[in-house]
Nanobody, 124 residues
Framework: QVELVESGGGSVQAGGSLRLSCAAS??????MAWFRRAPGKDREEVGR???????RLGDAVKARFTISRDNAADTLYLQMNDLTPEDTAWYTC????????????????????WGRGTQVVVSS
């Protein structure tokens, strides 16, 4: 089992930055990801990362966001820069047991563990 606790959300003006954290406890899950759900929209993946690899981000954010992980602290981060109102969403961390980076980065990979999320509000 993996327990995930997100933090770092809040309200910020457009152009600002936030850093989200996802602290994991329990078993070590190599594959972790950030998802978000904007009001009235479907959940979308922001990015995912396998172990200590560089990670992959979605096209909508890859020029502005960075995903990283501190394996010693077992914490996943999402550095968000140049935020826009379109980034307003509930951000949730997810984790899953994966045996390889290929397995983790496969779009069909299923994340078994989810945090409760943290809200990000970006005002114009």
């Amino acid at each position: 089992q993996v327990e995930l606790v997100e933090s770092g959300g809040g309200s910020v003006q457009a152009g600002g930055s936030l850093r989200l954290s996802c602290a994991a406890s329990g078993s070590y899950a190599r594959c972790m990801a950030w998802f978000r759900r904007a009001p009235g929209k479907d959940r979308e993946e922001v990015g995912r990362l396998y172990a200590d690899s560089p990670g992959r981000l979605g096209d909508a954010v890859k020029a502005r966001f960075t995903i990283s992980r501190d394996n010693a602290a077992d914490t996943l981060y999402l550095q968000m820069n140049d935020l826009t109102p379109e980034d307003t969403a509930w951000y949730t961390c997810a984790a899953g047991f994966s045996w390889s980076s290929a397995n983790c980065y496969d779009s069909s990979f299923g994340f078994a563990f989810w945090g409760r999320g943290t809200q990000v509000v970006v005002s114009s």
